[in-house]
C-alpha cells in the first residue's frame, strides 16, 4: 500500500493563479481530511468528506474547493490564489471507527 | 467551541529522563476523541497515541501515556526515557464525534539534551 499520497511536493503559485492540489489513498479509507500548518501553528481542518460525493467545511475552508467523486481522491481546489494561502498542506484519512489518522507528507505552497 | 490549549511553546529535557507535555481542551460534545501526533523536523505527522472520552483507562503504548483527566479536561502526554529521537514538534487533537472534525493545539518543541 503506497497509503495517502500527495501532488506536487511544492508549489510557487502567483496571486491570483489557480491550482489544485491533488490526494489519493488506496486503503479504502471513507473519511478523508484537508488540513493547513502555517509556520509555527497546529493544523487547521479545511475541509473533510465522509465518503464518495458527501464533503463539508472545517474551520478555514474560505478560498478553497474540494471535490469526492471516488473513495480513493480527494482534491483541493485554490481559487485566486493569495499570499495568506502560503503554507504546508496535509491530507489525511481514516476508515470509520477507527481513532488513527494517516496523513500524506504534505505539499508546500508559497503564493508570491 | 471546540478548542486545544498547549501552553509550552518548548521544553527540554534530558535524555532517559521523563517529560510532560501539558493539552487542555474546550468542548460541549458528550464523546470525543484525544489524541497526540509526533512531527519531526522532516514534516510528517505521525500517530502516537489515543484516549476516547469514555475510556476508564488511561492509554498507554510503548514509552508514551496519556494521563487524561476528565473533570479538568486535560490530555497530557507523558514520554517516559526520553530518546535523542523524540526531539520534535509534539501536537495534542481532539476528534469531535458529532461533526467528524479534528481540531489540534498550536504544538509544544520537545529538545532532548544528551
Known amino acids: 500500500n503506497a497509503g495517502v499520497t500527495q501532488t506536487p511536493k511544492f508549489r510557487i503559485l502567483k496571486i491570483g493563479q489557480s491550482m489544485t492540489l491533488q490526494c489519493a489513498q488506496d486503503?479504502?479509507?471513507?473519511?478523508m481530511y484537508w488540513y493547513r500548518q502555517d509556520p509555527g501553528m497546529g493544523l487547521k481542518l479545511i475541509y473533510y468528506?465522509?465518503?464518495?460525493?458527501?464533503?463539508d467545511k472545517g474551520e478555514v475552508p474560505n478560498g478553497y474547493n474540494v471535490s469526492r467523486s471516488t473513495t480513493e481522491d480527494f482534491p483541493l481546489r485554490l481559487e485566486l490564489a493569495a499570499p495568506s494561502q502560503t503554507s504546508v498542506y496535509f491530507c489525511?484519512?481514516?476508515?470509520?471507527?477507527?481513532?488513527?489518522?494517516?496523513f500524506g507528507p504534505g505539499t508546500r505552497l508559497t503564493v508570491l | 467551541a471546540q478548542k486545544i490549549t498547549q501552553t509550552q511553546p518548548g521544553m527540554f529535557v534530558q535524555e532517559k529522563e521523563a517529560v510532560t507535555l501539558d493539552c487542555t481542551y474546550d468542548?460541549?460534545?458528550?464523546?470525543?476523541?484525544l489524541f497526540w501526533y509526533k512531527q519531526p523536523s522532516s514534516g510528517e505527522m505521525i500517530f502516537l497515541i489515543y484516549?476516547?472520552?469514555?475510556?476508564?483507562q488511561n492509554a498507554t503504548e510503548g514509552r508514551y501515556s496519556l494521563n487524561f483527566q476528565k473533570a479538568r479536561k486535560s490530555a497530557n502526554l507523558v514520554i517516559s526515557a526520553s530518546q535523542l529521537g523524540d526531539s520534535a514538534m509534539y501536537f495534542c487533537?481532539?476528534?469531535?464525534?458529532?461533526?467528524?472534525?479534528?481540531?489540534f493545539g498550536s504544538g509544544t518543541k520537545l529538545n532532548v539534551k544528551p
Open positions: 486503503m479504502n479509507h471513507n473519511y
Open positions: 468542548t460541549s460534545d458528550p464523546s470525543y476523541g
Open positions: 468528506s465522509v465518503g464518495a460525493g458527501i464533503t
Open positions: 484516549q476516547g472520552s469514555y475510556d476508564q
Open positions: 489525511a484519512s481514516s476508515y470509520w471507527g477507527s481513532n488513527e489518522q494517516f
Open positions: 487533537a481532539m476528534r469531535s464525534y458529532n461533526f467528524n472534525k479534528f481540531y
